[in-house]
């Protein structure tokens, strides 16, 4: 029973230790600036795409793309991860390269809609590059 209690009385300073909730942050999405596509693509064949960003700070964190697919057609922006803190630094090292993994699947023509920010309204910018699939 003793040990029992001494358990319990362990447990319960375990979960009562105050919690640091660690940095906070938030998401994203940074247009792409430029990428270098083939001219034409190979079905099911592996290609490694290249993308460029501007990272704004030292508190962005690529986390990703944003990749949504409808056909063939692929939307295609840069995740980030902002840690929300005050000693940010300006980026020294800019544009950035992340690399998209992909393979055609079918013999059909892909239309990258590569994102590049939104307009003075609000509108979503994008460049459209369509790339032929080869058999």
């Known amino acids: 029973m003793k ?4 358990l319990i009385i362990v447990a319960l300073s375990i979960i009562g230790c105050s919690k640091d909730e660690g940095n906070k942050f938030s998401f994203e999405l940074r247009p792409i600036d430029s990428a270098v596509l083939p ?6 064949s592996l290609y ?3 993308f460029n960003y501007i990272r704004p700070s030292t508190c962005h964190i ?3 793309f944003y990749y949504e697919k409808n056909s ?3 939307i295609i ?3 980030n991860s902002v840690i929300e803190q005050n000693n940010c630094e300006p980026a020294t090292v800019n544009p950035i390269t ?3 993994k992909f393979i055609p699947t079918t013999e059909a023509s892909y239309v990258f809609k590569l994102w590049k920010g939104t307009d003075a309204s609000g509108a979503d910018v994008f460049e459209e590059i369509e790339i032929p699939v080869v058999p």
Do not use: C, T, Y
């Open 98 to 100: 992340e690399i998209l």
């Open 48 to 50: 490694e795409l290249p």
């Open 77 to 79: 922006a840069i995740k």
């Open 39 to 44: 001219v034409e693509l190979k079905k099911d």
């Open 62 to 64: 690529f986390e990703g």
């Open 3 to 6: 040990n029992l209690a001494l």
């Open 72 to 74: 063939n057609v692929r």
